[in-house]
């Protein structure tokens, strides 16, 4: 069985480009969260969808930042014009039901160094 | 969301049993006590979760208070591969499926 897998691993931005961050959740599961870790902290919610649905983006930053998770493919965090305070381990999980109880599966995370 | 405190850092020896404390004091009565660990530089890694009763399984056992206000993770006979940041979360009931992480405690496992 796949686990939820992210891509790129790595990806490297200069100041005012656009970083496009990929998520395809463990096979069969239809809810995706995406997490930020700055350097040195835990990790923070941003996101919450289900197919073709944001159920909750309380976490996200109010400009530039923007999710997706289509009725095929994978969940898609873009930013946009990115700056140095973007640098951070970008995590997706994803987990077969929303109810308050189940586990969430992390992929192994997307490193964005924005230079 | 209730919040959890946990110590920062500990220290275990190689072969001994690691007993990670948590205290989570505000706990509501329908809330799950989750640990989660992250190694170095990968996602967090699911340990075991519980309500009420004492849980184990293949990784590790999880003690939980009968009042609730306090859990311990105990990783019976440490390796050096367990050493990583380990996470106490509860989960916030109505409010998504979001894990609020703290800063955990980083286990460093003692050759």
């Known amino acids: 069985n796949a686990g939820v897998m992210q891509n790129p691993r790595h990806l490297v931005r200069r100041r005012g480009q656009e970083a496009r961050l990929r998520c395809s959740p463990v096979?069969?599961?239809?809810?995706v969260y995406w997490y930020r870790q700055l350097p040195e902290e835990g990790l923070k919610f941003m996101v919450y969808?289900?197919?073709?649905?944001?159920?909750?983006e309380s976490g996200m930053p109010k400009e530039r930042f923007s999710a997706e998770f289509p009725k095929e493919g994978p969940s898609i965090l873009r930013i946009q014009q990115v700056v140095r305070g973007d640098s951070a381990a970008y995590f997706c999980?994803?987990?077969?039901?929303?109810?308050?109880?189940?586990?969430?599966?992390f992929g192994p995370g997307t490193r964005l160094t924005v230079l | 969301d209730a919040k959890t405190t946990q110590p920062p850092s500990m220290d275990c020896a190689e072969g001994r049993a690691a007993n990670l404390p948590c205290n989570h004091s505000?706990?509501?009565?329908?809330?799950?006590v989750y640990w989660y660990r992250q190694i170095h530089s990968q996602g967090p890694q699911y340990i075991i979760h519980?309500?009420?009763n004492n849980e184990t399984n293949e990784m590790a056992s999880l003690i939980i208070t009968e009042d609730r206000k306090s859990s311990t993770l105990i990783l019976p006979h440490a390796t050096l591969r367990d050493t990583a940041v380990y996470y106490c979360?509860?989960?916030?009931?109505?409010?998504?499926?979001?894990?609020?992480f703290g800063t955990g405690t980083s286990l460093t496992v003692i050759p």
């Open positions: 969808l289900q197919k073709e649905n944001i159920i909750d």
């Open positions: 519980g309500l009420k």
């Open positions: 999980a994803s987990s077969d039901m929303g109810w308050s109880y189940n586990e969430q599966f």
């Open positions: 505000t706990i509501s009565g329908n809330e799950y």
């Open positions: 096979k069969g599961h239809s809810h």
């Open positions: 979360i509860v989960r916030v009931n109505g409010m998504g499926n979001q894990f609020y």
